[in-house]
């Protein structure tokens, strides 16, 4: 059975960093294409970022220099380093299989805010 589990979200101040992780179950992260996107509050889902299979990464404009994308292939684990966080980047971010708007997890909330 497939499934995303994401979680490391939370409260963060502007400037601060949080990991998010995606822990993929049912099939071999490291075999698809992974991405990380978001939906903020009334707004719909913005591509993050991505992994290919060959580990090469691509990220949004909002993203570049401040966040990266990694994944873990023993742990068939996905990770998100979120550095630098803006009030923009408060949303509920999601890890999807295949297609940013592929099959995704429950979603973590990340909220940036003093």
């Known amino acids: 059975q497939v499934q995303l589990v994401e979680s490391g979200g939370g409260l963060v101040q502007p400037g601060g960093s949080l990991r998010l992780s995606c822990a993929a179950s049912g099939f071999r992260l490291s075999s698809n294409w992974m991405y990380w996107v978001r939906q903020a509050p009334g707004k719909g889902l913005e591509w993050v970022s991505s992994?290919?299979?060959?580990?090469?990464?691509l990220y949004a404009d909002s993203a570049k220099g401040r966040f990266t994308i990694s994944r873990d292939n023993a742990l068939n684990t996905l990770y998100l380093q979120m550095n630098s966080l803006k009030s923009e980047d408060t949303a509920m971010y999601y890890c999807a299989r295949g297609d940013p708007t592929g099959p995704r997890g429950q979603g973590t909330q990340v909220t940036v805010s003093s």
């Open positions: 992994i290919n299979t060959f580990g090469t990464t």
